[in-house]
């Protein structure tokens, strides 16, 4: 039986959707959407940029988030704290008020359990 192969247009969107969610491995700060899609397709950057626009993506977007079970709590680390869950206190250490002291980001936004 054979396969059905999914339209160009529906493979390009799947490909830039998955950019979205992966952050770039061996850099301080992720690079833009339109940076990845380049580095996959061989374009520059107004080309790269084209692309994105085309399917819907904001080019500039640096990296969405993503909570796999949908808590809010994304596995990445807390950008105030670094991932320690400590931040100085006027004069000592205490939990990070933006991760609760887990040291893991949390995004209010993908927080999709049912308020209490």
């Not at 301080?28 to 580095?39: C, E, F, I, N």
Request: hydrophobic share 30%.
């Amino acid at each position: 039986m054979p396969i059905e192969v999914p339209a160009a247009a529906e493979i390009v969107k799947h490909v830039i959707e998955n950019q979205r969610r992966t952050k770039a491995p061996r850099r301080k700060q992720p690079a833009p959407l339109w940076s990845r899609v380049g580095q996959l397709t061989g374009h520059g950057s107004g080309y790269s940029q084209a692309i994105c626009r085309e399917y819907g993506f904001n080019p500039d977007e640096i990296w969405a988030a993503q909570s796999k079970n949908h808590d809010g709590w994304t596995g990445e680390k807390c950008e105030r704290c670094k991932g320690t869950g400590e931040v100085d206190t006027a004069h000592s250490f205490g939990a990070c008020p933006d991760c609760g002291g887990t040291g893991e980001l949390y995004v209010a936004a993908l927080d999709k359990r049912a308020a209490p």
